[in-house]
């Protein structure tokens, strides 16, 4: 069984520049959430992908904007980044089932704005 | 939203010692989750616990889901248990389903 995955490690951006993360769910999983964690804090909700569609948002501005595709796998894209956007950005898969709904993480995308 | 508050926030153990771990919701919660976030930033799964008890090696979770809180245990802990340990939440009511409400962790430090 493969794992969540997430790719880059790590980036580099400067302010107003824009930049994509993508993710692969664990196998048989077909829903995504995107997490954004700013040091010391606990990760934060951007938004959730089922069936392809936005499935739910946290507080986060349009400028965060995401994608699934039909193999389950998902863009994060962030737009005219600004420098409190540098952070680790998690991603999350799960499958749910009746009343099952554990959720499995990546090993995240580290950002950085300048 | 629903407030998840975890104590204590740091928590410093020598090796071989025993640590409780404390999350408290105040909301009813369809599913809670424990983490423990290693120091390259990944989530390790700990346990799914929205109510009981389990056991896992050294570590136990136990959830009361009337009383709105949850534990976990580390029993003889060892200096690879350091790092930051989550619990989450996903709320029962008036949220995205499977969205997961985090508190802000509590750190704990094992010396040999």
């Known amino acids: 069984e493969t794992g969540v995955t997430q790719s880059p490690t790590h980036l580099i951006k400067t302010r107003g520049q824009q930049v994509t993360l993508r993710c692969s769910s664990q196998?048989?999983?077909?829903?995504v959430s995107w997490y954004q964690q700013a040091l010391g804090q606990g990760p934060q909700f951007i938004f959730q992908y089922y069936r392809e569609e936005e499935n739910g948002r946290g507080n986060f501005p349009p400028r965060f904007s995401g994608l699934q595709f039909p193999n389950y796998s998902s863009e994060l894209n962030v737009n005219a980044l600004e420098l409190d956007d540098s952070a680790l950005y998690l991603c999350?898969?799960?499958?749910?089932?009746?009343?099952?709904?554990?959720?499995?993480f990546g090993p995240g995308t580290r950002l950085t704005v300048l | 939203g629903i407030q998840v508050e975890q104590s204590p926030p740091d928590l410093i153990l020598q090796e071989g010692a025993n640590s409780t771990l404390r999350c408290n919701f105040s909301d009813s919660v369809n599913n809670l989750q424990w983490f423990h976030q290693n120091p390259w930033g990944q989530l390790i799964n700990l346990f799914y616990?929205?109510?009981g008890t389990k056991q896992n090696g050294r570590l136990s979770a136990t959830t009361v889901a009337t009383e709105r809180y949850s534990l976990l245990y580390i029993s003889s802990s060892q200096t690879t248990d350091s790092g930051v340990y989550f619990c989450?939440?996903?709320?029962?009511?008036?949220?995205?389903?499977?969205?997961?409400?985090f508190g802000r962790g509590t750190q704990l430090t094992v010396w040999p």
């Open positions: 989450a939440v996903e709320p029962g009511r008036g949220s995205t389903l499977g969205r997961l409400y």
């Open positions: 999350a898969s799960s499958s749910w089932t009746s009343g099952y709904n554990e959720q499995f």
């Open positions: 616990i929205p109510s």
């Open positions: 196998s048989g999983h077909n829903t």
